[in-house]
T-cell receptor, first 110, second 112 residues
Framework: RKEVEQDPGPFNVPEGATVAFNCTYS??????FFWYRQDCRKEPKLLMS???SGNEDGRFTAQLNRASQYISLLIRDSKLSDSATYLC???????????FGKGTKLSVKP | NAGVTQTPKFQVLKTGQSMTLQCAQD?????MYWYRQDPGMGLRLIYY???????DKGEVPNGYNVSRLNKREFSLRLESAAPSQTSVYFC???????????FGDGTRLSIL
């Protein structure tokens, strides 16, 4: 099993749609989790941290299920500007290195 | 506040040439990282430095060397560039364990 797995997509959705991305991780000892966003030919940027109780930031909601080793990101009311690749990130190892999934590509259409 | 700064932004090399990619951060972060990103491969860790004075290999270290010059700067060197090293290189830093990383805007390197 890969350390962090994501559906590569692409997810093609109309503006205003709700879309959900899922991610699974293999290391049950992982303590910290993040979602990053990467625009085409740009650097990854932190979108939000993921907390055990779930957390929301505007139209974005992140959930963590430790028992299933599963992380999700929900985007409501999609905007054209949400088009990007979304990277699931897990902190692992003794040095606390970040382990990146390969990303899920989202394309929001008018 | 510049964050993480990488130079150069673009470079074309011939096979066998050497090159150093520079990275500097002004956030007083302890840890610094070098990644490469290739289509379909995601981000792969080349080397990292958990603190000033230490460096460790990541997933794909072959063909690269690094230097943590001081707390701010972490350079990546290609001693004898190969076409397989054509990629986008990202430097990142973070303050401590369990914190997110901050990325530079990348160096696009082509080796002919």
């Amino acid at each position: 099993r890969k350390e962090v797995e994501q559906d590569p997509g692409p997810f093609n959705v109309p503006e205003g749609a709700t879309v959900a991305f899922n991610c699974t991780y293999s290391n049950s000892a992982s303590q910290s989790f993040f979602w990053y966003r990467q625009d085409c030919r740009k650097e990854p940027k932190l979108l939000m941290s993921v907390y055990s109780s779930g957390n929301e930031d505007g139209r974005f909601t992140a959930q963590l299920n430790r028992a299933s080793q599963y992380i999700s990101l929900l985007i409501r009311d999609s905007k054209l500007s949400d088009s990007a690749t979304y990277l699931c990130v897990v902190v692992g190892g003794s040095q606390g290195n970040l382990i990146f999934g390969k990303g899920t590509k989202l394309s929001v259409k008018p | 506040n510049a964050g993480v700064t990488q130079t150069p932004k673009f470079q074309v090399l011939k096979t066998g040439q050497s090159m150093t990619l520079q990275c500097a951060q002004d956030m007083n972060h302890n840890s610094m990282y070098w990644y490469r990103q290739d289509p379909g491969m995601g981000l792969r860790l080349i080397y990292y430095s958990a603190s000033e004075g230490t460096t460790d290999k990541g997933e794909v270290p072959n063909g690269y060397n690094v230097s943590r010059l001081n707390k701010r700067e972490f350079s990546l060197r290609l001693e004898s560039a190969a076409p397989s090293q054509t990629s986008v290189y990202f430097c990142a830093s973070k303050t401590e364990n369990n914190q997110p990383q901050h990325f530079g805007d990348g160096t696009r390197l082509s080796i002919l």
